[in-house]
């Protein structure tokens, strides 16, 4: 309960000192950076969610999980290239070494998978995603859904976004 009036408090914190589409969380020696997920599609129960990870400690922390009450299962994924085909796998653990920022979806292709969705995800929905890290412990945070083309232009990383929307429709076997 605390952990949710200091996430609150963040996120007022934050809009105050943020542009529109920038929020940020911060706890000890992290800074969770832009919480976001893709919209769901018309009859497909699994979307995308990203966020940025700052370290400005002296020690590497590591993410362990994942969840959310917007999906059955949640889990962190990388993709690669096999055979010409784009295939995701399960990453067990994310390191942010000391003083470093990871950016899911910036140069990499990692996402927060969210699976089996309790009900389709539409742009302008925010809901809670909890975070574990290895030292921090766990942080809830605020994910808003938006349109992948505003996060596009807000953002500028999502020089990939065709292939990950197509990796999302057809390479994902859960
Ligand atoms: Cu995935």
Known sequence: MKKLIQSVLFCLAAAL??????HSFEVGDLTIIHPNAKPSRPGVLSSAAYFGVKN????????L?????VAKHTEIHDMKMEN????????D?????AGQTLKMGDNNKLHVMLMDLAA???????????????KAGEIPVEVWVEDPKEASSAH????DSSAEKDSTATAHQH
């Open 17 to 22: 000192s943020f542009s529109a589409h920038a």
């Open 56 to 63: 400005t400690g002296t020690a590497e922390d590591r993410i």
């Open 65 to 69: 999980s994942v969840r959310s009450d």
């Open 84 to 91: 010409d085909v784009m295939r995701m796998f399960k990453v």
């Open 93 to 97: 653990d994310v390191r942010i070494p």
């Open 120 to 134: 389709p995800l539409k742009v302008g929905e925010k809901f809670t995603l909890t975070i574990t890290f290895e």
């Open 156 to 159: 500028d990383h999502h020089e």
